[in-house]
């Protein structure tokens, strides 16, 4: 009875561990905001509060295809068309989604 009660215990554990989903991490979307944008976007209350959640969400969907396009011609284009965007992306988007100019939150940098 106490292994099997151990057994569907430890199941039940091992699934809802499994079904949450792997978020980005807004600390270090923060950071990668500072290095990356805050020359040209200003500091991450700035930078965060020039779109909505919406809007941010619409940015960065399918890759950040939009955002990428933005940045076509500017200093930035390489940044965005390169290996480092695709793997700081989730981490930004979060950062700047949380602290967009609809949330009510205000970022600490």
């Excluded at 976007?41 to 509060?49: E, F, L, N, T, W």
């Amino acid at each position: 009875m106490i292994k099997s009660t151990l057994f569907f215990l430890a199941t039940i554990v091992s699934v809802g561990v499994m079904s949450v989903p792997a978020s980005a991490d807004i600390g270090k979307g923060q950071k990668w905001y500072v290095k990356s944008c805050k020359a040209c976007h200003g500091s991450g209350v700035k930078g965060a509060a020039m779109k909505t959640q919406d809007q941010w969400d619409e940015l960065f969907a399918k890759g950040g295809e939009i955002i990428i396009k933005k940045h076509l011609g500017t200093n930035a284009e390489v940044f965005f068309n390169g290996d480092s965007f695709k793997s700081q992306a989730p981490d930004l988007r979060d950062f700047l989604f949380e602290y967009g100019s609809d949330s009510g939150t205000i970022p600490p940098c």
